[in-house]
């Protein structure tokens, strides 16, 4: 009978180790689980990341092409203006009109003036 009661014991205690080792890989494959859609969501986060930096490196770009375009202008205006001075200059060896035409030259060098005005506001707004 003793052994009866014994075998009985070992019989339960066996069967709830079996209960705790299935709880236990249970919680092994939740957690096994939770691990996987960690990582594929740290994979998304990845991808979100990368495609943000994709669309920032499109943007500087983009930028520094508008910057070489303002640049450009302010080149070609600054060429405008040599070439303003210059025919000045002509008008004033060459023109018996020389007033009537000085003013009209000068209402173009105050035109130029404004638009360089104008980019240099564009620069300061684009934050260059």
């Known amino acids: 009978m003793a052994t009866d009661q014994r075998l009985d014991d070992i019989d339960r205690r ?7 080792s299935e709880q236990v ?20 986060l990845r991808q979100r990341q990368e495609a943000s930096q994709s669309q920032l490196d499109q943007l500087r770009q983009r930028q520094e092409a508008s910057q070489n375009q303002l640049d450009q202008i302010r080149d070609e205006q600054h060429n405008l203006s040599g070439l303003v001075d210059a025919l000045l200059q002509a008008i004033d060896r060459n023109s018996a009109e020389a007033a009537t035409d000085r003013a009209f030259v000068r209402g173009l060098q105050v035109e130029n003036h404004r638009i360089w005005q104008y980019l240099q506001e564009q620069r300061r707004g684009d934050g260059g």
């Open 14 to 20: 066996l069967e709830r180790l079996t209960t705790i």
């Open 25 to 44: 890989v249970n919680r092994f494959q939740g957690i096994d689980a939770r691990t996987e859609s960690i990582f594929l969501a740290l994979d998304q």
